[in-house]
Every structure is written in C-alpha cells, then in structure tokens.
C-alpha cells in the first residue's frame, strides 16, 4: 500500500538548524523519494518502508534534541506526482 507523509520537525531548543538538516539528509539517503518545502517534508512509498524510516528516525532525533514535536499528516495514496490545476 502507497502512502504520503507530510511532517515538519520542531525542535524546541536553541541551535535547531543542524539537528532539522541531519533529519532531511537521512530521510533523503533512504532512497524513498522526498520532497521539501520550507514548511515541511513530505516522504512517499510504501507503507511500512516508510513507517519504519520515520519510526527510526525520529527517535533518532529525539535523542539528539532535548525538547521538540513532530507534526505528521499520512495520506492513503500516493500524491508524489500532485500538481494544483488552478
């Protein structure tokens, strides 16, 4: 099953940046496509492939970070090829 994933990290902490920037670059090594904006990335595949990326991930940065959230939108489809018609 294909699914999409938009989240955006949120580290409450001073000198957030790096910790964003390791986040992307290892969600960008996985091979899944990826996609950013300013405001979120957003991660495409299948179901548990991408499950299990972000569920290593993100208590990876959990555990570098000392206060922070993530917001998780996920999306039975795959939407990677989504262009607005308006």
């Not at 548990?48 to 990326?53: G, K, R, S």
């Not at 570098?64 to 989504?82: E, F, M, P, Q, T």
Request: glycine residues 4%; negative net charge.
């Amino acid at each position: 099953m294909k699914i999409s994933v938009e989240l955006t990290l949120s580290p409450l902490q001073d000198d957030f940046e790096p910790k964003i920037i390791d986040f992307i670059k290892k969600l960008r090594d996985s091979g899944l496509t990826i996609k950013e904006n300013p405001l979120s990335t957003q991660v495409y595949g299948e179901y548990d492939e991408v499950m299990n990326l972000l569920n290593s991930e993100i208590k990876n940065v959990f555990e570098a970070i000392d206060n922070g959230l993530v917001y998780i939108k996920i999306v039975k489809s795959d939407l990677s090829d989504y262009a607005a018609d308006f």
